[in-house]
């Protein structure tokens, strides 16, 4: 633009672009509500086919080990954690109108952190926040009345078992939003997941 404009140039050229924007922001607000639905319908198409494609990468890594005549949970001793979690679901009550406070008494964190760390190690793989949560729904036996604050507890113990206690290492989920997590010896030394519990994963 050019910077030596007089005062009465920018006025005309103010009135000249004044409906311009108006008649653009006018398509904006027309297209939007039509987006945000389309946008909501995708990501819950992609969220099937992220589930999917997960689904279809485990059993083509155990496939793959049975194959190789080797164990489908790995050939490394696993790591033993001397938590008492629970086996199944928690004896507690669980209300209907859970707050997440409500839903971490009725499972304290530390059954959160617990449940990560020994399924991470049973899978003897990476996994992502939704491979986690989808073993804690069976294992907790969450429904549909918790999920949400189920998957805001285990976010909690995600966070303070990568970020604060470091017994947990992420990588990048490569295209997508999110983090692998595995065990710190699962990384080599510049960050990336080695080979053997790699999988499918896309390391760059």
């Avoid at 030596?4 to 103010?14: A, G």
């Avoid at 987006?35 to 198409?45: F, M, N, S, V």
């Avoid at 080990?65 to 489908?72: A, D, H, M, Y």
């Avoid at 409500?102 to 449940?115: N, R």
């Amino acid at each position: 633009m050019n910077l030596n404009l007089k005062l009465e140039d920018i006025k005309v050229l103010k009135e000249y672009y004044a409906p311009m924007l108006a008649e653009a922001q006018a398509k904006v607000d027309e297209i939007l509500p039509g987006y945000t639905e389309l946008k909501t319908k995708l990501d819950e198409a992609q969220a099937i086919v992220n589930s999917l494609q997960d689904k279809i990468s485990e059993l083509e890594r155990r496939e793959k080990r049975i194959i190789e005549g080797k164990p489908i949970g790995g050939d490394r001793p696993r790591r033993i954690f001397n938590t008492s979690i629970p086996k199944n679901k928690v004896n507690v009550p669980v209300r209907t109108d859970m707050t997440i406070q409500g839903i971490e008494a009725a499972i304290p964190l530390k059954y959160w952190t617990s449940f990560i760390m020994e399924a991470i190690t049973e899978q003897d793989r990476l996994l992502t926040t939704n491979d986690l949560f989808d073993l804690s729904i069976e294992h907790f036996e969450l429904d549909e009345d918790n999920m949400r604050q189920g998957k805001a507890s285990l976010s909690r113990a995600i966070h303070k078992l990568a970020n604060q206690k470091k017994l947990l290492v992420k990588y990048p989920i490569i295209g997508k939003k999110g983090y692998y997590y595995g065990l710190p010896e699962w990384f080599n030394e510049d960050g990336r997941p080695v080979e053997e519990y790699a999988g499918d994963i896309h390391v760059v």
